[in-house]
């Protein structure tokens, strides 16, 4: 029995998923067990880099999830709308989804993975987070006998490509991001990337995996890298950080309650941290686990080859499951989850941080500051000041022992009442 595939899309992912049915020597047997039938696009007259017998392929999109000789629906055209549409009529009709569009599943996942267990059947996701890292793979079926704990990871290549820029060569934010924009490796909008919407989106479906519950987007705290600067780079190297842009969840029990903290936002990292090393588009994630402990899964995260990979591997795997149970939903590959997470306040994270103050030029400056961290019990790890002056102004960088995020902000509203202080062009979290 040959599975027909309706394509829904046939842009940079789409047209790598094409490449690999067309040349299948040497990959999964069950390959050739496997048909893309019909191809939706939405331009006829796009010029593509892959050839697609011309009767198969249309702009009319609805009637490939309609096509009841369609079992697998795969998109790939991104966006919310009509991707979600498209999805949720491609189940009501019955049909097996295959997706990498995280900001449909991140956003709208509990309509759509309702409606499939409704229906009996598989949505499945690897490439919606993290390119061609099995990660999805691994928290829905190697890693399900472990209790997990801590979930982190550099899941936005862009970012990652820019800091490490700037890390390795000096150079500001600005002048970075226009280079990744040049070479294709950040959007003309970058808001996406480097605001973190989009590793917020990834963390969500991470989350989720990781710790049974859904997640609410809305829940997650999020900042983004464009307050980052060359002087921030210097100052972390030469406390012994590099700075990431991180996505971390995990599991906060008190006396009273258990709950999930998840928060993306840039981070200052140990440069021995398995973390720290993980430079360019490359994504990473690290799970810490009981009984596993530690493990830590890199990669690719975007781009044709990369996506394409997870892409066809659900495939086969939705393939592999009717060939052998066809009456019956898999219970590794579907999502049960029902209840909503309870994600802990920003407010009741405890952190180390990274603050650099512009301060005026004056006696007591120092104990000034230090008078408002004692007074909000802020003890100090580190603290630098450069003899070099410039506008009158002295640079102060500090760095915190761990301490409640609610107590930094107090004395950090308490800081910028001083007479002393000029500015605080960064506050950074710490790893």
Do not use: W
């Amino acid at each position: 029995m040959t599975y027909k595939v309706g394509l829904l899309g046939l842009g940079t992912v789409g047209a790598g998923v094409a490449k690999i049915f067309q040349d299948p020597n040497g990959r999964h047997p069950l390959l050739p067990d496997i048909e893309i039938a019909r191809v939706g696009v939405r331009s006829l007259n796009k010029q593509r880099d892959v050839a697609i017998a011309p009767n198969i392929v249309t702009d009319d999109l609805e009637s490939i999830v309609n096509d009841p000789n369609i079992d697998i629906v795969v998109e790939v055209i991104g966006g919310i709308e009509p991707a979600k549409s498209l999805i949720l009529k491609a189940i009501a009709n019955g049909k097996h989804v295959v997706t990498a569009n995280k900001a449909v599943i991140a956003r709208h996942g509990n309509e759509i993975f309702a409606a499939s267990k409704q229906k009996g059947v598989y949505v499945m996701l690897e490439a919606a987070a993290c390119g061609g890292i099995p990660v999805i793979q691994a928290l829905k079926q190697s890693l399900g006998g472990n209790r997990i704990s801590e979930l982190t990871g550099i899941v936005n290549g862009t970012t990652n490509y820019i800091l490490s820029r700037m890390y390795f060569e000096g150079a500001d934010f600005d002048a970075t991001l226009a280079e990744a924009q040049k070479l294709g490796y950040a959007e003309a909008d970058p808001t996406a990337d480097v605001d973190g919407y989009d590793a917020a989106d990834k963390m969500a479906i991470l989350a989720s995996l990781a710790f049974g519950d859904r997640v609410k987007l809305e829940d997650i705290y999020r900042e983004g890298i464009r307050s980052i600067t060359s002087a921030d780079i210097g100052y972390a190297k030469e406390l012994g950080f590099t700075i990431k842009l991180l996505g971390i969840a995990r599991r906060v029990e008190t006396k009273n309650e258990r709950n999930l903290e998840i928060r993306v936002h840039p981070t200052l990292i140990p440069i021995q941290h398995p973390l720290a090393n993980i430079h360019g588009v490359t994504n990473a994630v690290r799970i810490e686990g009981d009984p596993i402990g530690e493990v830590v899964f890199s990669g690719p995260g975007a781009g044709s080859g990369a996506t394409a990979s997870a892409v066809v591997a659900d495939i086969i795997n939705v393939v592999a499951a009717l060939k052998s149970l066809p009456n019956q939903i898999n219970q590794l590959m579907g999502c049960s989850h029902e209840h909503y997470a309870q994600i802990a306040p920003i407010e009741n994270t405890v952190t180390q941080f990274y603050a650099r103050l512009l301060t005026h030029d004056k006696p007591g400056v120092i104990g000034d500051l230090g008078t408002a961290f004692g007074k909000h019990h802020v003890s100090l790890n580190a603290i630098l000041q450069k003899t070099t002056v410039h506008d009158g102004l002295a640079e102060i960088v500090v760095v915190t022992q761990k301490v409640s995020e609610y107590n930094f902000q107090q004395a950090i509203a308490a800081i910028r009442e001083l007479s002393t202080l000029h500015s605080i062009p960064t506050v950074l979290r710490v790893l």
